[in-house]
């Protein structure tokens, strides 16, 4: 299956980050267009947004005919201890 690789390790790569740092993942953003996501993740690097690229997720959630195919990207903001 086409991709299934890539998915698998940005599975194990997020696995590992949550078990290293306590935190959350929380949803920057969402289109159906993957046009526009392709976009916005080269906005998003080329404003220093976002340092390093290990922070942001991205979720494809299959869509069927009632849902459409959804693009997610979220960034893991670690929890702050007093």
Known sequence: M???RKRKRSRERARRRAEDTPGR????????????LGEYLRRV????????????RIDTFCGRLVHPTTH???????????
């Open 45 to 56: 690097h080329a404003d220093g947004t976002v340092t390093d690229p290990a922070q942001l």
């Open 2 to 4: 086409p991709g299934q």
């Open 72 to 82: 997610q990207v979220s960034i893991f903001v670690p929890e702050v201890s007093p």
């Open 25 to 36: 993942w929380e949803p920057l953003f969402s289109t159906g267009d993957p046009a526009e």
